[in-house]
């Protein structure tokens, strides 16, 4: 039998070397977070339409709400003396805040669907009430008498104008006044309503109650503009994200909805309760409420494909070690197809959980993979055992990513511990593999075995030599 040619042992070499096998297992792993960019990229596209739908949902029914207000205008004359000894006459303005500001609202929320995507609205009934103290033009530097008292006008900011379904009504001082759309001062309060009132400069203060019924979606805030400013929130709505400058204090969540109460004082935010000409940047201080939804498909299906290249790369470990110890070979080709079904997981997971939700569409994909994947491998593995273990070993890591998914606070942690736990047992299992010979044992024994069965020939060609010589002596 002939020497193997050169070809021959370098596709032996290509089979058996170490070196090879995990350059080419790295290599696939890097080429297959091609299809997991692009599932991600899926991910995203798909979140955009959500907001889309929400924006344009929104839209028709009520932008977010932020409620700044009321806030007491009034304007007043300072005078220029001209160089021929003339006095010209310039209008200002002066801005008062409430001395006391109390908000009760009931919040009531509603889901619509748009296509496929749920939208989280709320119908919200508040009650603005409190007084403004007696205008202090002293502390402003401003002589009473070129205060113009009729000209007075209180402007309550509003985001969402769209939400607004009833008439606003002012009641100031007993006297109910229908509000109109516009602020009086659109450099101070961009969009809302207001109405000119009647200020009466002998009285101590002017009591007032804006009752407010108005739609809107994702979130409701307020701008602490008393002195002191208490708010408190109703709703059925079980899953509130309290957010902004202020959390509450106390608040109540429960599966049937929500109570929460704010108290906050003028020392916690950054402008006074009166000031003229100059405009403050009112809004920066609000606090409220967000609707948040319970379970966000699109936040945890990002979060899982942020895990493919740990599961593919440990499933390719698997494999690897079933080779190492089980003295048989799997192709590359094979590899990039088992790499390619962990891929496509993703994209099942995705587009299951926008129709059956995500924790049923996890359940879904991954038995679908695992099965795929193990009836794929047992054709090759010939080994009813070790197909079985790879069943097992792959539930266990989906299983792991499902938990670590469900965990948000102690994501990390719990990360952390896997990988760990999985070098942990790598290395139990590779102690006693001696890898300087996996490369050489194969290719010599089968190299051995053709010399051995090369030398039977040579001994049986001897013997007729020894026969014929005989034969010759014989005469």
């Known amino acids: 039998m002939q020497d193997p040619t050169p070809l021959s042992r370098f596709s032996s070499w290509l089979k058996q070397s170490l070196f090879v096998k995990l350059g080419s ?7 297959l977070m091609w299809p997991n960019a692009m599932v991600r990229e899926v991910i995203r596209e798909r979140q955009y339409r959500q907001d889309e739908a929400i924006t344009t949902v929104s839209q028709s029914w009520g932008a977010p709400q932020t409620i700044i207000g009321p806030v007491l205008s009034i ?4 005078w220029v003396e001209q160089s021929d000894g003339k006095r010209t006459g310039i209008q200002e303005v002066a801005h008062f805040l409430p001395e006391q500001l109390s908000i009760d609202g009931d919040v009531k929320h509603q889901i619509r669907q748009k296509g496929i995507y749920d939208v989280v609205l709320y119908q919200s009934d508040l009650q603005l009430k409190g007084y403004f103290p007696k205008p202090d033009f002293a502390s402003l530097h401003i002589d009473p008498t070129d205060v113009q008292w009729d000209q ?5 900011g509003i985001s969402g104008m769209t939400g607004i379904k009833t008439a606003i009504n002012l009641d100031w001082a007993g006297q109910t006044l229908r509000m109109e759309p516009g ?11 207001s109405i000119g009132v009647p200020v009466d400069p002998a009285e101590k203060s002017h009591a007032f109650s804006i009752p407010v019924k108005i739609n809107g979606s994702s979130y409701l805030e307020f701008e602490p503009v008393g002195k002191e400013t208490d708010l408190n929130l109703r709703s059925d709505w079980p899953s509130p994200g309290f957010e902004g400058a202020f959390l509450p204090d106390p608040r109540e969540i429960s599966p049937d909805g929500f109570t929460a109460s704010w108290h906050v004082l003028d020392l916690n935010r950054n402008y006074p309760q009166s000031w003229k000409n100059e405009t403050f940047q009112l809004g920066q201080s609000t606090f409220g ?3 948040v939804k319970p379970v966000d498909e699109y936040l945890k299906n990002e979060r899982s494909a942020k895990y493919a290249i740990l599961v593919i790369g440990l499933t390719f470990l698997i494999y690897f070690f079933f080779e190492i110890l089980h003295k048989f070979h799997i192709h590359p080709f094979q590899y990039f197809l088992i790499g390619l079904a962990l891929s496509v997981f993703y994209l099942l997971l995705i587009s299951l959980s926008e129709q059956i939700g995500f924790n049923l569409a996890y359940l879904t994909a991954s038995v679908a993979t695992i099965g795929l994947i193990a ?4 054709s090759f593995l010939k080994s009813t055992g070790l197909a079985l273990q790879l069943t097992l070993i792959l539930s266990a890591i989906y299983g792991f990513i499902f938990i670590v998914l469900q965990l948000e606070d102690y ?3 719990a990360g952390s511990l896997g990988i760990f736990a999985a070098l942990a047992a790598v290395m139990y299992y590779s102690r006693k593999v001696d890898w300087y010979s996996i490369g050489d044992q194969s290719p010599v024994t089968s190299h051995q075995s053709p010399v051995t069965s090369h030398q039977s020939p040579v001994t049986s060609h001897q013997s007729p030599i020894t026969n014929n010589n005989t034969a010759s002596c014989v005469p």
Do not use: D, E, H, N
């Not at 304007?75 to 300072?78: L, M, R």
């Open 75 to 78: 304007p007043y004359t300072t």
């Open 289 to 291: 409420v967000r609707l």
């Open 411 to 413: 994501a990390l942690l």
């Open 183 to 193: 602020t009086a001062y659109p450099q101070l309060l961009p969009s809302g309503v």
């Open 375 to 378: 009836g794929y491998s047992t």
């Open 25 to 31: 297992i790295g290599f696939l792993v890097l080429v």
């Open 152 to 156: 007075a006008k209180i402007s309550m």
